[in-house]
């Protein structure tokens, strides 16, 4: 029987989705990677970085630190803006150490990153499969904002836009902010602002994506050097999410972003207004949030649930797939 062949009763199953992933790894980034390239519901064509948790040089090296350890040796990373459109860089050590990616050993990158700037390597995936491809934004949106500015008929092109970003609640830098969306207020305007659907994964919903420890046991039992890799990962975001914090498990918010293109069935989203704000003394960065009546039409979408236990399946079942490569 060849692949093609339908079985009566059984569906066929649904084509990979094609996103690009544009991150700044980051410990949960380099968990989104992971899940993103090893679960067979997604193609991953490339991954794009941007100065967030660490500067872009160290973002992009993490990127591709990532890339070879898993064996993903073809990874197309292209590595983009150093800094928010209009602020300074605003980075993360307390939370991902100075390299962006401490705890395991160093890694010597066998994989590089492709010439070309990240928003024109975004533009280009988009544009050569227009209503295909999505774009996961796990990191300050500054490539993103600045790929609208470029093209902006990536906005009528792309399939959909998820971010790990924000919140309807508290934020985790200031009480209004989230880091990704007060890393770069500008860039999370324009895209929010932007005539596409945009789904929102703030930490509402990535703070249920919890790392307990017997979670992290499950991924140390797969026994592959990925997996070990995910576990050192996990080890030091465990240590600083605990003393930054005061989270016993660490929340790999990134891998939310990725989930959801995996399987929408692992979340509860809402049709939400999202509008961002840029110039409060003590609330810029803030997601304004009004959410709508279910069912209403609306261009964002905002996570509010997640099924934690079908989600760590998955994310366990792609780094295991990535152990056999
Ligand atoms: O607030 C969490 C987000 O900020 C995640 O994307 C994490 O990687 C950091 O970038
Ligand atoms: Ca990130």
Known sequence: MTDGDAVPGRMAAAAPRPIVLDCDPGHDDALAIMLAAGDPRVDLLGVTTVAGNQTVEKTTHNACAVATVAGLTGLDVAAGCDRPLLRELTTAPGIHGASG???????????????????????????????????????????????LRREPAIATAVREVVIMGGAFGRGNVTPAAEFNIFVDPEAAAIVFGAPWPVTMMGLDVTHQATCTRETQARIGAIGSPVATFATQLIDYFRSTYRREQSMEDPPVHDACAVAYVADPSLFNVR??????????????????????????????????SLRREAFWDAVIRAIAALGSV
């Open 101 to 147: 990616m401490d705890g395991p050993p160093p890694v010597a990158p066998s994989v590089h990153p492709v010439q070309g700037h990240a928003v024109d390597f975004l533009i280009g995936k988009v544009m050569e499969a227009p209503g295909e491809v999505t774009i996961v934004a796990t990191a300050p949106l500054t490539n993103v904002a600045l790929a």
């Open 271 to 304: 049709p939400a207004l999202v509008e961002i704000e840029t110039k409060g003394e003590r609330t810029s960065g803030m997601t304004v949030t009004t959410f709508m009546p279910e069912g209403a039409s609306a261009r964002h979408h905002v996570g509010t």
